[in-house]
């Protein structure tokens, strides 16, 4: 199934709800966790970003809060109680796949021992 | 830093940012400028090329996506229901043309001599269907445009509001465009490879498909 079908989240806006799982963050500090989360794979540039932010933001997955310092002009978000909740289910989801992937030899150390 | 100083220090970039629908420059026009702001303090000097070539790559798409979700989102909440139905209803009678049309140029087939061939068919998806979307699409466009001079508004500026008339417009431009591929484009007559080599003229295009003569073609 895509990762864009529905009941699954896009891969960026997957990305930005595991990027604020720990922490509220800036729009910044969101796309330098997201490139860290995944080595380096998924960099983000402001259009892309704010687009997810948008609509995670419409869907109440994410939530605006207050700037940490009255001088800090950055806008935080936070992951809300049903973000966590979807974020949750996807990694469920994620969590089956890999296992029945790995009794499938698909992953794992099996696959060298089939392969080589 | 404020707004002011962001688009001080990133004057084109703010200007391309204003391409976006207006609720959402107004909320995130300076977060993308404080982010890209961000983005380039935080790197050395030899990669900020590189970090603007990304940059500007992406907001193409980023604008042409917002701009459909605002339009979409006006069509459905900010028009009335008389121009979302007809234009759902003129959408769809588009839809034969364009499938055909493209499963023709996936299989290398003319207009005229499609797979889907039968006088009586051809009649109906290359001309009823798209003439019949055209008036309908047409005719909702002048019904909204006497609706909305009824309200006070003027007619230029009602043409000039592509938020609320594009669908119409597109529907009713797809239609003009089939149309007149199907009564003057030279390279669509009937008559390729046909016993009829010298049709070359809307009448001639209509007589064509009248006498039947092109449902010989190829079969």
Redesign the interface.
């Known amino acids: 199934m895509s990762r864009s079908a529905p009941g699954f989240l896009p891969q960026v806006s997957f990305s930005i709800l595991l990027a604020l799982s720990l922490r509220e963050r800036?729009?910044?500090e969101i796309?330098?966790q997201v490139e860290e989360d995944s080595e380096g794979k998924v960099?983000l540039?402001?259009?892309?970003?704010?687009?997810a932010?948008?609509q995670l933001d419409e869907d109440g997955l994410i939530e605006e809060v207050a700037s940490m310092t009255p001088q800090d002009?950055?806008?935080y978000y936070k992951i809300t109680k049903a973000g966590r909740e979807r974020l949750g289910a996807e990694m469920r989801y994620f969590e089956a796949t890999v296992s029945l992937a790995k009794e499938r030899r698909i992953l794992g150390s099996s696959i060298n021992s089939q392969w080589t | 830093?404020?707004i002011e100083k962001l688009s001080r220090r990133f004057p084109v970039y703010s200007r391309v940012l204003r391409l976006y629908p207006v609720p959402?420059r107004e909320?995130?026009t300076?977060?993308?400028l404080?982010?890209?702001a961000?983005?380039l303090d935080?790197v050395p000097d030899n990669l900020r090329l590189r970090l603007w070539v990304?940059?500007v790559?992406?907001?193409p798409?980023?604008?042409v996506?917002?701009r459909l979700i605002y339009a979409t989102q006006a069509l459905m909440h900010e028009t009335p229901t008389y121009v979302r139905r007809n234009t759902m209803v003129s959408a769809l009678l588009m839809v034969p043309f364009c499938a055909i049309a493209v499963i023709n140029d996936m299989t290398g087939h003319s207009l005229y001599q499609t797979w889907f061939w039968s006088y009586s068919v051809l009649l109906t998806w290359i001309l009823l269907l798209p003439a019949l979307s055209l008036i309908i699409s047409g005719t909702t466009f002048i019904s909204w445009l006497y609706g909305r001079k009824k309200q006070g508004s003027s007619l230029l500026r009602s043409i000039k509001d592509i938020r609320h008339n594009w669908a119409m417009l597109a529907l009713s431009f797809l239609g003009f465009v089939i149309l007149g591929l199907v009564f003057f484009h030279d390279s669509v007559r009937c008559v390729a490879g046909d016993p009829v080599r010298e049709v070359d003229n809307s009448h001639q295009t209509i007589r064509c498909i009248e006498d039947g003569s092109v449902t010989t073609l190829g079969l």
């Open positions: 800036h729009g910044y796309m330098q960099k540039g402001p259009g892309s970003l704010y687009g932010i948008k002009r950055r806008r | 830093m404020d959402y909320r995130y300076e977060q993308m404080q982010t890209t961000d983005m935080g990304h940059i790559l992406e907001l798409g980023s604008i996506h917002q």
